[in-house]
């Protein structure tokens, strides 16, 4: 599955690190996950913290990845920004831009995860970016330490 997700600040941000070869099967898959995210939050907005730094490429048929994304669950209203960083390219950028406006999310793609956060918490007065970067840092060596452990255990 080349998408992951976890709270980055419970009830209000989740983080999504996409890597490799994006099917739309895997987009659906991933719209789905989030949707669990916003339905069990407590709070509003919810906003989404995308990864794209290993993302090889995504699907360009934008007709079958919203067929596969379809019939969620989701109470939008509870949405926030997507902010995605890591992959700032046009065609990154016109089909993120397309793809979240058919479900009527806003949706910013920026270069860095510091512009990503500067931009969430110019957006949402509950953030604090030193807590986010402090938080996206551990989940990071939690990562790393959990990849370590599985290599030297093989």
Not at 107 to 134: I, N, P
Request: hydrophobic share 40%; with cysteine; glycine share 4%.
């Amino acid at each position: 599955m080349p998408h992951s997700h976890t709270w980055l600040s419970e009830n209000q941000v989740v983080y999504v690190v996409f890597s490799g070869i994006m099917l739309s099967d895997d987009v659906g898959e991933a719209f789905h996950e989030s949707a669990k995210y916003v339905i069990e939050s407590s709070e509003a907005p919810v906003h989404f913290l995308h990864n794209w730094q290993s993302l090889e490429s995504f699907p360009t048929s934008l007709s079958q990845v919203v067929k596969v994304s379809q019939n969620t669950k989701a109470p939008l209203k509870k949405v926030g920004w997507v902010v995605a960083y890591g992959k700032h390219s046009r065609s990154f950028e016109f089909m993120g831009n397309i793809f979240f406006q058919l479900f009527n999310v806003r949706f910013k793609l920026v270069k860095t995860l510091d512009d990503a956060l500067t931009f969430l918490c110019l957006h949402d007065q509950r953030l604090d970016k030193d807590v986010l970067k402090t938080t996206h840092q551990n989940l990071i060596t939690h990562h790393q330490n959990t990849l370590d452990t599985v290599q030297t255990s093989d």
